[in-house]
T-cell receptor
Framework: DTEVTQTPKHLVMGMTNKKSLKCEQH?????MYWYKQKAKKPPELMFV???????INESVPSRFSPECPNSSLLNLHLHALQPEDSALYLC??????????????FGEGSWLTVV | EDKVVQSPLSLVVHEGDTVTLNCSYE??????LLWYKQEKKAPTFLFML????IEKKSGRLSSILDKKELFSILNITATQTGDSAVYLC????????????????FGQGTILTVHP
């Protein structure tokens, strides 16, 4: 079982709604990530937080707004999304820095449908 | 740009067969290669490979890395229907200061279907 927990597991939202995806990990990892995965494609990185600071934004549209309130929590705020934003959103965590055990663990994902 | 290529893209076998999945990579400042299994949800970590020629094993699954030829293989012996999934290999990209954040470059994945 994954130790990265995401909620909700499924979300349907209209294009004018504001919603949030939440992620929590208790492995003591100090790097957390949001990935987006479309059907039959591999995951694509959106954001990286390292020590609660945003370190990578892969040119993601501003309708996606990440937030890292503390070292265990990561949110993704959604506003004015488009139908093409429908996808599986994956949260992941790891230790930052290059060590032999630098494995990235994924949560079970939040399935988002924009109508 | 970093590149990870998997083959075959799909594979259909019967229970009991042995399969070999391939992953080749071109990654600047290579550090490690990760294998994941993905069913209808999030990728589940299988192996991390950092050293050439050292086989990692977990039950019926094993994997090895060849840093000279820039590829890795994932073997599954005595396949079962529960092995049906997409198998992804990925390489972390180095961040600033040589750190390796979770910016994974994924291959396209191999869809494995195991029939009873």
């Amino acid at each position: 079982d994954t130790e990265v927990t995401q909620t909700p597991k499924h979300l349907v939202m209209g294009m004018t709604n504001k919603k949030s995806l939440k992620c929590e990990q208790h492995m003591g990892h100090r790097a957390m990530y949001w990935y987006k995965q479309k059907a039959k494609k591999p995951p694509e990185l959106m954001f990286v937080y390292s020590y609660e600071k945003l370190s990578i934004n892969e040119s993601v549209p501003s309708r996606f707004s990440p937030e890292c309130p503390n070292s265990s929590l990561l949110n993704l705020h959604l506003h004015a999304l488009q139908p093409e934003d429908s996808a599986l959103y994956l949260c992941a965590s790891s230790q930052p820095g290059l060590r032999s055990g630098n494995t990235i663990y994924f949560g079970e994902g939040s399935w988002l449908t924009v109508v | 740009e970093d590149k990870v290529v998997q083959s075959p893209l799909s594979l259909v076998v019967h229970e009991g067969d042995t399969v070999t999945l391939n992953c080749s990579y071109e990654v600047t400042n290579f550090r490690s290669l990760l294998w994941y299994k993905q069913e209808k949800k999030a990728p589940t970590f299988l192996f991390m490979l950092t050293s050439s020629g050292i086989e990692k094993k977990s039950g019926r699954l094993s994997s090895i890395l060849d840093k000279k030829e820039l590829f890795s293989i994932l073997n599954i012996t005595a396949t079962q229907t529960g092995d049906s999934a997409v198998y992804l290999c990925a390489a972390p990209r180095l961040g600033a200061g040589g750190t390796s954040y979770g910016k994974l470059t994924f291959g396209q994945g191999t869809i494995l279907t195991v029939h009873p």
